[in-house]
């Protein structure tokens, strides 16, 4: 099994973790200016709903391209959630299996189209998830909602439960 795999189900339980946070936020609350470097919780989790589409297009060579940014935001939490569930179930999908990490693809850039290696899309992918999901836990907590662990999933100690059904569905 690819660690790339076992990454983008750790994905899927991050984001679905977080969207159960936050299920019950109306939408004043969610797209109420927050700190970050997106100004609301609605911005923040929009942007990583567009890169995951973005990069997915040129991991799967749709040609979508950067016409996800023009995608208008969802602000309503729980068609989010669904949209980003259906995304990271393309993520797994895609990671089921084996993957020619030194397979270039085509990324389109403003102004120029590049070749990058699937070796470094999903690496990049997976940090950008990462890294933005940080900002989005911060500015739940800023909502007023008790942030979720996120970090509970590799490890069996302290396991989280729905980590535990991730890891039922896609890993045993």
Request: hydrophobic residues 40%; glycine residues 6%; proline residues 5%.
């Amino acid at each position: 099994m690819s660690p790339y795999f076992e990454f983008a189900v750790n994905n899927r339980y991050a984001n679905r973790t977080l969207y159960e946070a936050i299920a019950e936020m109306d939408q004043a609350t969610f797209t109420a200016r927050l700190p970050g470097f997106f100004p609301s919780l609605s911005k923040t989790l929009n942007h990583i709903r567009k890169v995951d589409a973005f990069y997915l297009g040129a991991l799967k060579g749709t040609g979508i391209g950067r016409a996800v940014y023009a995608w208008p935001d969802i602000e309503n939490v729980t068609a989010l959630s669904e949209e980003q569930s259906s995304l990271d179930m393309d993520l797994i999908d895609f990671c089921d299996g084996d993957i020619d990490l030194d397979r270039c693809m085509a990324v389109e850039r403003p102004g120029v189209r590049t070749q990058e290696r699937i070796g470094a899309l999903l690496p990049h992918l997976f940090q950008h998830q990462i890294h933005h999901r940080g900002q989005a836990h911060v500015q739940v907590g800023e909502a007023g909602v008790a942030p979720p662990q996120l970090d509970d999933f590799f490890l069996e100690w302290e396991r989280a439960p729905i980590a535990q059904d991730c890891i039922r569905e896609f890993l045993s």
